[in-house]
């Protein structure tokens, strides 16, 4: 059974950091881009970042490029969101995902992923 599992959400104030773990298990995702996405209440599932199968290349939504940084360790089957300088509105539930398709290139919609975990939460005061 293919399970994603994150971590290392909670509770920051606004500047400081946070670094998210999504652990994958069950079958490795050779060749398969890896994305973050988050939710705030009320709002829509919205895209974070991706990262490709060798970590060479990332991509990111404008919202957090320059604070945030992915990558993944394929030797543990992980991925990792590395947040600094967090705002407010960055407060949300964030998920790991797949990318459903080998495709080669950096898809943002949900819709497009696939194998999502259960979310970690992540609360930024001001």
């Known amino acids: 059974q293919v399970q994603l599992v994150e971590s290392g959400g909670g509770l920051v104030q606004a500047g400081g950091s946070l670094r998210l773990s999504c652990a994958a298990s069950?079958?490795?995702?050779?060749?398969?881009?890896m994305g973050w996405f988050r939710q705030a209440p009320g709002k829509e599932r919205e895209f974070v970042a991706a990262?490709?199968?060798?970590?060479?290349?990332?991509y990111y939504a404008d919202s957090v490029k320059g604070r945030f940084t992915i990558s993944r360790d394929n030797a543990k089957n992980t991925v990792y969101l590395q947040m600094n300088s967090l705002k407010p509105e960055d407060t949300a539930v964030y998920y790991c995902?797949?990318?459903?398709?080998?495709?080669?290139?950096?898809?943002?919609?949900?819709?497009?992923?696939?194998?999502w975990g259960q979310g970690t939460q992540v609360t930024v005061s001001s």
């Open positions: 995902a797949v990318d459903r398709e080998k495709t080669g290139i950096f898809r943002s919609h949900s819709f497009e992923y696939d194998y």
């Open positions: 069950g079958r490795t995702f050779s060749g398969y881009v």
């Open positions: 990262v490709s199968w060798s970590g060479v290349s990332t």
